[in-house]
């Protein structure tokens, strides 16, 4: 148990932010599954309004500090890629 009261104040503060960040990997997460499972029903209506979500939910984390720029920027890439392949097929 800390003893100090630096100590004691960073537990509180990595509780927090713990509890953020596992909200933000879950929701992540959740937001790309959407994507995928749109794309592998073929449903690209569907699948581009998820990657539009996806895009700006990705992003806005960048913002918080959550993802690094270029994270973000090759998840939605990536995505991109699923949901252009989903016309070709």
Not at 21 to 29: A, H, P, S, V
Not at 56 to 85: D, E, I
Request: a positive charge; zero cysteines; hydrophobic letters at 35%.
């Amino acid at each position: 148990m800390a003893h100090h009261k630096s100590a004691k104040k960073r537990i509180k503060q990595t509780v927090k932010k713990t509890e953020r960040n596992r909200y933000y990997r879950t929701r992540m997460k959740n937001i790309i599954r959407a994507v995928r499972e749109a794309a592998e029903a073929g449903d690209k209506a569907k699948a581009q309004e998820a990657l539009q979500v996806a895009n700006k939910q990705l992003h806005h984390y960048v913002s918080k500090g959550f993802l690094k720029k270029q994270t973000a920027s090759r998840k939605v890439s990536r995505l991109h890629k699923l949901v252009n392949s989903i016309e070709a097929a």
